[in-house]
Nanobody, 121 residues
Framework: QVQLVESGGGLAQAGGSLRLSCVASGSIGSFEGVAWYRQTPGAQRELVARFTSRGSADYADSVKGRFTISRDNAKNTMFLQLDSLKPEDTAVYYC???????????????WGQGTQVTVSA
């Protein structure tokens, strides 16, 4: 099994910053893709940032220039730096990883449990 555990959410004021972390553990063979999503009540989960298959970062238009995705492959950890936060960034943020398991070789998507980000005006 593969587990993703997020941390770093919380309350911030508009214009402030937060840093989200997502640590992967378990039978990890390789990652084919990693991304961050967010979801607000009643809305679909939306892609916020991801690393493409070429290794470059890709962002939703609403967060370009404000959010930064990064990763530490040695520690199986990815990050999302949230700067210049706006009240509309309030959501539950989820990390997602497309991982090939070391034990079975099966490629599957995995999700973290989500971390709440609340931005006050």
């Amino acid at each position: 099994q593969v587990q993703l555990v997020e941390s770093g959410g919380g309350l911030a004021q508009a214009g402030g910053s937060l840093r989200l972390s997502c640590v992967a553990s378990g039978s990890i063979g390789s990652f084919e893709g990693v991304a961050w999503y967010r979801q607000t009540p009643g809305a679909q989960r939306e892609l916020v940032a991801r690393f493409t298959s070429r290794g470059s970062a890709d962002y939703a238009d609403s967060v370009k220039g404000r959010f930064t995705i990064s990763r530490d492959n040695a520690k199986n950890t990815m990050f999302l730096q949230l700067d210049s936060l706006k009240p509309e960034d309030t959501a539950v943020y989820y990390c997602n990883a497309l991982c090939r398991r070391r034990d079975s070789g099966i490629l599957s998507p995995y999700w973290g449990q989500g971390t709440q980000v609340t931005v006050s005006a």
